[in-house]
């Protein structure tokens, strides 16, 4: 089955900078990379996805990478803000099948003021 | 506010006990996923109901089993309860079963076993 490592588990930064949460996954017929956000108390949140025939993908201060050839995508927040201190998740999905997608362990992300 | 509700907030319970979580959908939503949150095991997706019927099933327990009413709403029944089973539950919907589909998720029932 895929496998999907996310890296860093915490990440800390001042307000303003940017942040990069970085996944590798193992299956390479995995096409689907959606992203969530999970606040705390609350259930995760889809903020942005990328399919395998885009190599990026931007929403705003959001932006996904996916290098296909190193099976490997990125979650880039800009200008950070201390509303975006969360546990952010990736996930990779096959197709075919269950559809069911593979989450990464998550990551921390605490901003400072 | 997704749209997906769980019932109950918080549940306490004890060891070789059975409980009963509940979700309902959002409006017009088929599919329902179960998923278990530990700190140690990330999301971990349990089973999946497609407009009543199981659709894939994940690293569920044999002590765990779940169904799809009718009008939809989704009921994950856990017995034998033991210590590690304390976790947070998600449920999940979507509108098909898709490959692009987005999954909503309900704010989660946290289960704690003593």
């Known amino acids: 089955g895929e496998n999907v490592e996310q890296h860093p588990s915490t990440l800390s930064v001042q307000e303003g900078d940017s942040a990069v949460i970085k996944c590798t996954y193992s299956d390479s017929a995995s096409n689907y990379f959606p992203w969530y956000k999970q606040e705390l108390g609350k259930g995760p949140q889809l903020i942005i996805d990328?399919?395998?025939?885009?190599g990026e993908k931007k929403d705003q201060r959001i932006a996904v990478t996916l290098n296909k050839t190193a099976k490997h995508f990125s979650l880039h927040i800009t200008e950070t803000q201390p509303e975006d201190s969360a546990v952010y998740f990736c996930?990779?999905?096959?197709?075919?099948?269950?559809?069911?997608?593979?989450f990464g362990r998550g990551t921390s992300l605490i901003v400072h003021p | 506010d997704s749209g997906v509700t769980q019932t109950p907030k918080h549940l306490i319970t004890a060891t070789g006990q059975r409980v009963t979580l509940r979700c309902s959908p959002r409006?017009?939503?088929?599919?329902v996923y179960w998923y278990q949150q530990s700190l140690d095991q990330g999301l971990q997706f349990l089973i999946q109901y497609y407009n009543g019927e199981e659709r894939a099933k994940g690293n569920i327990l044999e002590r765990f089993s779940a169904q799809q009413f009718p009008d939809l709403h989704s009921e994950l029944n856990l017995s034998s309860l033991e210590l590690g089973d304390s976790a947070l539950y998600f449920c999940a919907s979507s509108v098909l079963d898709d490959h692009y589909n987005e999954q909503f998720f309900g704010p989660g029932t946290r289960l704690t076993v003593l």
């Open positions: 409006s017009g939503d088929l599919s």
């Open positions: 996930a990779a999905s096959i197709p075919g099948g269950s559809y069911i997608p593979t």
């Open positions: 990328i399919r395998s025939n885009v």
